[in-house]
């Protein structure tokens, strides 16, 4: 069975860090593109970042370019999001997703999210 | 950066009703949109990729079509476990990201 687990998150302040990790299990970790999607409360889906298979390419949405970053270890089976300069905009539910197995077929699966908050 | 609008972004309808959301882009994605639902306090879930192929385990209610800026989701008779929030998200726009419509509301 296809698991992902994301853990991390917390309540930090404004202009703190933070890094999420995402284990996956029960899949070949290493040949999926994975990502980071977030939803602030009682709001939609935002799409954050992207990283191929073996993180050489790398996207992220311009709300959080040069901020935050993403890696990988294929090794751990293991996704991460390194959050730094955060904002109150930042607080919510920070999912991992994997992508399909068919190129550009949405994220197949999804881990159950880690909230976080950033508040002074 | 492309930009995705959906309509309406509340609907109410019934048991058995036919419901259609559409989904627009603000450039040509051709047939890189999927449909995902999500309900309260959940993750979203896969409904359909490549704007019209059924992921594998929706049930066949679910249908999805167009290409270039027009998409829609219909769902031919509604069931009371469809009440969610449904997303559509292009995935043609790199580097630039891909982005998420702003969501509609069903209500049943």
Known sequence: EVQLVESGGGLVQPGGSLRLSCVGSGFTFGIYEMNWVRQAPGKGLEWVSYISSVGGTIYYADSVKGRFTVSRDNDKNSLYLQMKDLRVEDTGTYYCARDGSVAAAGYEYWGEGTLVAVSS | ?108
């Open chain 2, 1 to 108: 950066d492309i930009q995705l609008t959906q309509s309406p972004s509340f609907l109410s309808a019934s048991v058995g009703d036919r419901v259609t959301i559409t989904c627009r882009a603000s450039q040509d994605i051709s047939k890189y949109l999927v449909w995902y639902q999500q309900k309260p306090g959940k993750a979203p879930k896969l409904l359909i990729y490549a704007a019209s192929t059924l992921q594998s385990g929706v049930p066949s209610r679910f249908s999805g079509s167009g290409s270039g800026t027009e998409f829609s989701l219909t769902i031919s008779s509604l069931q009371p476990e469809d009440s969610a929030t449904y997303y559509c998200q292009q995935l043609n726009s790199v580097p630039r990201g891909f982005s998420f419509g702003p969501g509609t509301k069903v209500d049943i």
